[in-house]
Nanobody, 122 residues
């Protein structure tokens, strides 16, 4: 059974930065791709960033690509999302997902974490 656990969310001031982590309890971290998604109240879940196994393919949504860095440490079985210059519009529940590289298109990874809330204050 694969479990993904996000951490690092919480309150953050606009203009600040944060780092989200996603830890896998799976014996193997061999997921073709890891993705970070977010869902704000009243909005659909959207892809924020995706990264493949070798970390040589990365995709960012246009709304965040200048402010976000996605990475993964396969040995530690963790993925990370670093965000800077946070804006009020970044407030959402952030989810990590694991699956094939197609998750960047389909938005449907094979496995989901439960999410971590990011609240942005002015």
């Amino acid at each position: 059974q694969v479990e993904l656990v996000e951490s690092g969310g919480g309150p953050v001031q606009a203009g600040g930065s944060l780092r989200l982590s996603c830890a896998s309890t799976s014996p193997s971290f061999y997921f073709d791709a890891m993705g970070w998604f977010r869902q704000a109240p009243g909005k659909e879940r959207e892809l924020v960033a995706a990264i493949n196994w070798k970390s040589d393919l990365i995709r960012y949504s246009d709304s965040v690509k200048a402010r976000v860095i996605v990475s993964r440490d396969n040995a530690k079985k963790q993925a990370y999302l670093e965000m800077s210059k946070i804006e009020p519009e970044d407030a959402a529940v952030y989810y990590c997902g694991a699956g094939t590289w197609e998750l960047r298109i389909t938005g449907t990874p094979d496995y989901w974490g439960r999410g971590t809330q990011v609240a942005v204050s002015a």
